[in-house]
């Protein structure tokens, strides 16, 4: 267990819906401000670019990033990235055959962007990728890791499918 501040769900400035307004060391989670030392039950490891496998320039083996960040224009550090990234190291990574999952987009993952930049239904592609993340980021805030993977893996069958 780290401290909040290394944790996927805390954010240094945060937004306080309740409020209206910007507040400092806020949990997403439990929605409240919280003191960046502490611990809890929740804490899923942030991700940084030591952590990530995240190798820069967002269509350099991640078409999440690219949905994300170049269609959606959010930032590589928007809060979907960050759960799914921890996702991938604290889920996916330890389950039996999750490194073997892993190292098959990596090498996929190239060749499925370079298709999606180059099809006059980019636009079509990327928001369907935006909407499973979407979903599995609910998924995962739920704690429903196993559907969370389904949806991810469907995702990467069907793009694979209808474009390689």
Known sequence: MGKCSECAHYEYKGY??????YERNWCNTFRMNV????TCN???LKDTPSNSGYTGGSSSGCFLTSACVEYMGKADGCEELTVLRAFRDN?????ADGDKLVKQYYEIAPEIVEKID?????EYFYKYIYGVVTACV???KENKYKEALSEYKKMVVKLKEELL
């Open 138 to 140: 609910k998924f995962i």
């Open 42 to 44: 929740k804490f899923l």
């Open 118 to 122: 180059g099809s006059q239904k980019r």
């Open 35 to 38: 003191d960046p030392n502490a």
């Open 16 to 21: 306080n819906y309740k409020l209206e307004r």
């Open 91 to 95: 889920y996916v990574k330890k389950t």
